[in-house]
C-alpha cells in the first residue's frame, strides 16, 4: 500500500505539480485527509501508474469525462495536467470540439472558457 501511495504521489505532482499536491495534503483537515491518501493511491497509484496508455491519452480520456460531467473545478486543473503531459492548445481544442457532439455544446463551451482562462494563466507565468 505505501509502495502504491508514494508512487501515485510521484505521478500526481509531477502531473499536476507539486504546488498543487503540496496544497491540497496540507489544506486537508481531519475529515478530508483520508480522501488525499485514498486518491492518491488508488487514482494515481493504481490507475494512472498503468502503463497501458500513456499520459497525454488519459489526460484526453479525463478531460473529456470532466466536460461530460461539467466538472469545472476539475477541468482546470487537468489541462494544466494535460499541457504537462504534452498535450498542444491545438489538440485541447479539438478535444473541445469533439467532446460538444457527444457531451454537448455547453458543456464544451464551459471547459474551452475554462481551458483559455488556464492557458492565459499559463502564458502569464512565463514572461
Given at each position: 500500500m505505501q509502495d502504491r501511495f508514494d508512487k501515485g504521489l510521484r505521478l500526481r505532482e509531477e502531473v499536476l505539480g507539486e504546488n498543487y499536491v503540496r496544497n491540497s495534503f496540507e489544506k486537508a483537515t481531519h475529515f478530508s485527509r483520508p480522501f488525499q491518501d485514498f486518491i492518491t493511491e488508488s487514482a494515481w497509484g493504481n490507475v494512472w501508474s498503468r502503463e497501458t496508455l500513456d499520459r497525454r491519452t488519459k489526460s484526453f480520456i479525463t478531460l473529456s469525462i470532466l466536460l461530460a460531467l461539467r466538472a469545472e473545478k476539475e477541468i482546470a486543473l487537468h489541462v494544466r495536467g494535460a499541457i504537462n503531459n504534452g498535450v498542444n492548445r491545438d489538440e485541447l481544442m479539438g478535444l473541445?470540439?469533439?467532446?460538444?457532439?457527444?457531451?454537448?455544446?455547453?458543456?464544451?463551451?464551459?471547459?474551452?472558457?475554462?481551458?483559455?482562462?488556464?492557458?492565459?494563466?499559463?502564458?502569464?507565468?512565463?514572461?
Open positions: 473541445f470540439i469533439h467532446a460538444s457532439v457527444y457531451a454537448g455544446v455547453p458543456a464544451a463551451l464551459s471547459g474551452v472558457k475554462i481551458a483559455d482562462q488556464v492557458l492565459k494563466e499559463l502564458d502569464d507565468n512565463k514572461t
